[in-house]
């Protein structure tokens, strides 16, 4: 009976430590622990399009609970811009004689566009050694899809703090397509509740209903009757620019999000819209104009887009 006992818990203790050693388990953990942190440092956010390389200079600002400031540096077209989020909401506050209109493609939180629960149930996480990143060790996870041809990710993880210090994403033909890194880092810098403060509260986006959607855009939008495996719909949104009105749909498997944008008119795309290095599809179903966006094979969008009703 003792011996039985002797090798359950010598078989526990095995799994325990397998699992810690998972790749998976050691970026979740990192990703954990870099959620409980606060920090600042100076990034270089860079967009690789068809015309170009676009590059954003920031200060970030990470502080606790869910607090993230940007303040950007560069190009001059955003200097001077600030962007404060809390949790899922965010602001954008422009400079002193000038007005927001620049957000196309300003970066996201974080400038990586991942949803980490989702993000652990549908990739394979690979460990590839280890390199010095601002004099920071770093542990490089390599995250690709598990279901779907889509594009994957390199991150370069600090060993004691979680913190990403470098991420490059990457298409599905291994074309890099926008990369993330920190240039200096700052543990547990002290922060003045003024930088996190807004000209008005932050309202957290919200579902919406059909007949909302409906009221507010003068029509129903398609629904998806094909997700990929691995994907989920997160949210349908309006989208108000200037007299143009569209649903905005969301899917994502945690990796390589989709967005669907939808309007009856015909829509005027922003100038770069068709420069992004990932795939666009365009449909026109019955009276809609659709547009298929994300960083997964074409034929990929195309199946999605032809299941929308």
């Given amino acids: 009976m003792r011996q039985g006992k002797f090798w359950l818990f010598v078989l526990l203790l095995f799994t325990t430590l397998a699992l810690s050693q998972n790749p998976l388990s050691q970026l979740r953990q990192a990703l954990e622990k870099e959620k409980k ?15 170009g390389v676009l590059r954003f200079e920031v200060v970030l600002k990470k502080a606790q609970p869910d607090k993230t400031r940007l303040e950007f540096l560069s190009p001059p077209t955003f200097t001077g ?32 566009d991942i949803h980490k629960e989702l993000l652990f149930k549908s990739a394979k996480v690979n460990l590839r050694g280890e390199e010095q990143i601002i004099g920071r060790t770093a542990k490089i996870f390599l ?16 060993k004691e703090t979680g913190i990403r210090l470098k991420t490059e994403r990457y298409s599905p033909q291994g074309k890099l397509i926008s990369s993330v890194a920190l240039l200096s880092l700052q543990l547990n810098p002290t922060f003045e509740e003024k930088e996190f403060e807004v000209p008005r509260p932050l309202v957290k986006p919200r579902d919406y209903t ?22 989920t719909l997160l949210h349908i949104r309006p989208l108000f ?25 015909p829509w005027r795309h922003p100038p770069l819209f068709g420069h992004y290095e990932q795939e666009v599809v365009l449909l026109r179903i019955k009276e809609y104009s659709v547009a298929l966006m994300g960083n997964v094979a ?12």
């Fill in 298 to 309: 074409r034929e990929v969008l195309e199946k999605i887009g032809l299941s929308l009703k």
């Fill in 143 to 158: 995250i690709e899809p598990t279901y779907v041809k889509g594009g994957y990710l390199k991150v370069w993880v600090d």
């Fill in 81 to 112: 811009y600030v962007m404060v989020w809390e949790r899922e909401s965010v602001a954008i506050i422009p400079p002193k004689g000038k007005k927001t209109h620049f957000l196309y493609f300003a970066p996201g939180e974080s400038m990586e």
């Fill in 210 to 231: 059909p007949e909302e959607l409906k009221r507010l855009l003068g029509f129903l939008p398609l629904l998806p009757s094909y997700l990929p495996p691995g994907y």
């Fill in 37 to 51: 942190m606060e920090w600042q440092g100076k990034q270089v956010y860079s967009l690789y399009t068809k015309v």
């Fill in 241 to 265: 620019a200037g007299r143009q009105r569209a649903a905005i749909i969301h899917l994502t498997d945690g990796l390589n999000p989709i967005t669907i944008m939808e309007t009856i008119h």
